[in-house]
């Protein structure tokens, strides 16, 4: 097996939750694990999350709702944030017990069709011009007579990362305006960001935080102290001498000053590690950062190595929680992204290893 590894310590997103859990007072949470937990594995986390308490889990469509059901008790509600595109997608929402976030009457039309008796979210636009339902209290009434039952109105707020941007307040002023016009049994706005930035701004009976659970700091200058969940590393699999003047890697980009040493390590861009680190980011070892050297491969990447005590079968990270270790969002940022793809993008043939209590 290869030694390229994801390893989530599953304590550090328990205490995460339960920071969180803190921060949002009365309002539940509704974790979000779409996207394969972003990257950290739905299943566990999702298991995780279970056992110490949450009851609402946020997934993208009916095939990650599948999943998630078929290990999930049936007291925890699975919401699908991109709803339902077809009537096989409104079938599997019956037959899984899954609450679609619906945005128009065609959704409405296909879960009645499949004879769907739960409940559904409605989802509004306040501002960031992405799905959002036209004409809301038509909507309302649909449900009503269809006798779904509606969980509750949600909105997303589009710069909640950049707390002063104006646009914030006007996206909370038309969500108030939504709760005075409707009646709703929950409501729901917040996102990671949100829920530090504006925790007692919005009446929410529900926050939806992604990110956070996974311990990254939404705004880096108002840190809740969340703890990173995920070590992405593997091992130096050869050491090699090159002489000064040979280059590394694909094209390369990368000319040995002298001659010297240099690690070969099994993490490639098929692993999740960004092409985008070529000759940039660096792996931690315990005897110091390595710079990548020559473009990063498929398969490999390879490090310069100054210290001779480096040797085959040592262990680098590339992104962790421990103190000397960069953090993904940092990772990320020397890549022009954001954690959030740095994690999807986050391979499935990572050997994932869960350690912790939970
Ligand atoms: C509708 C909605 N709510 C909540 C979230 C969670 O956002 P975050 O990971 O920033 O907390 C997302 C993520 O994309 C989302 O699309």
């Not at 590393?233 to 890697?249: D, F, M, Y």
């Amino acid at each position: 097996m290869r030694p390229a590894s994801l390893t989530i310590d599953l304590n550090h997103l328990v205490e995460n939750y339960h920071l969180l859990q803190q921060q949002a007072g009365k309002a539940a949470i509704m974790a979000v694990v779409k996207a394969n937990a972003y990257g950290h594995g739905l299943l566990p986390i999702a298991q995780a999350l279970y056992q110490c308490g949450c009851r609402s889990f946020a997934v993208t469509d009916a095939t990650e709702g599948i999943q998630l059901r078929q290990t999930t008790a049936l007291d925890a509600s699975i919401i699908l944030f991109s709803g339902i595109d077809n009537i096989d997608d409104a079938k599997v929402c019956v037959q899984h017990q899954l609450s679609p976030v619906c945005v128009h009457s065609t959704q409405l039309a296909m879960l009645q069709k499949a004879d769907f008796k739960g409940s559904v979210w409605l989802k509004v636009d306040t501002g960031m011009n992405r799905l959002g339902a036209e004409g809301l209290a038509l909507l309302i009434s649909e449900v009503e007579q269809a006798k779904f039952q509606l969980a509750g109105i949600m909105s997303h707020l589009a710069c909640a990362d950049t707390p002063e941007h104006p646009l914030n307040l006007q996206q909370i002023k038309r969500f108030k305006q939504i709760q005075q016009d409707t009646l709703a049994p929950a409501y729901s706005l917040l996102n990671s960001a949100g829920l530090i930035a504006f925790p007692s701004n919005i009446p929410t009976d529900i926050v939806r935080p992604g990110l956070a659970l996974y311990g990254i700091e939404p705004i880096t200058d108002q840190p809740l102290g969340l703890k990173p969940i995920a070590e992405l590393g593997s091992q130096i699999i050869q050491i090699r001498n090159i002489k000064q003047g040979e280059s590394v890697s694909y094209n390369g980009t990368w000319v040995a000053p002298y001659d010297m040493r240099i690690a070969i390590v099994a993490m490639g861009y098929a692993d999740g590690l960004p092409r985008l680190l070529s000759n940039q980011g660096h792996a931690w070892h315990p005897l110091g950062a390595l710079p990548i050297v020559g473009r990063v491969c498929m398969d490999y990447c390879m490090l310069a190595v100054e210290d001779a005590n480096i040797k085959q079968g040592d262990k680098v990270v590339f992104f962790g929680s421990q103190d000397n270790q960069p953090r993904a969002n940092q990772v990320a940022a020397q890549c022009q992204t954001i954690a959030y793809e740095l994690f999807t993008h986050l391979s499935e043939r990572l050997h994932r290893t869960y350690i912790g209590e939970a």
